[in-house]
């Protein structure tokens, strides 16, 4: 089996970090703020409401509902425990490229 980051990279290239830099542009005001790696790959706070996306970049993965099983978990977890000790609310929101599949996954989701 041969190890190789190459798609780890391009998902921190082209995913994350094109990702903080169009919420960077899109920021309304200085007092908004894009904090990488934190919560989740990236976290967008405003005045108003907190945001906490994950960034998934699957080039050789054919989208499943599986294949987002783990993330999606992750963050049903962390809402919870935030519910528990009564933090801030958070969205949450995952982003994926996949090599095929995404016709998979009707939006709005319900």
């Known amino acids: 089996m041969t190890r190789s980051a190459v798609d780890t990279i391009k998902g921190y290239y082209y995913y994350q970090f094109d990702?903080?830099?169009?919420?960077?542009?899109?920021?309304?005001?200085?007092?908004?703020?894009?904090?990488?790696?934190?919560?989740?790959?990236?976290?967008?706070?405003?005045?108003t409401e907190s945001t906490a996306v994950q960034c998934k970049y699957y080039a050789k993965t054919e989208y499943n509902?599986?294949?987002?099983?783990?993330?999606?978990?992750?963050m049903l977890t962390h809402f919870s425990d935030l519910k528990k000790s009564n933090g801030t609310f958070i969205k949450y929101n995952l982003y994926g490229h996949y090599k095929t599949g995404q016709n998979k996954l009707k939006l709005p989701y319900e």
């Open 19 to 47: 990702l903080t830099v169009l919420k960077l542009l899109q920021a309304k005001t200085a007092n908004n703020e894009i904090t990488i790696e934190n919560t989740e790959d990236v976290d967008i706070h405003t005045a």
């Open 65 to 74: 509902h599986s294949v987002i099983a783990k993330t999606i978990r992750q």
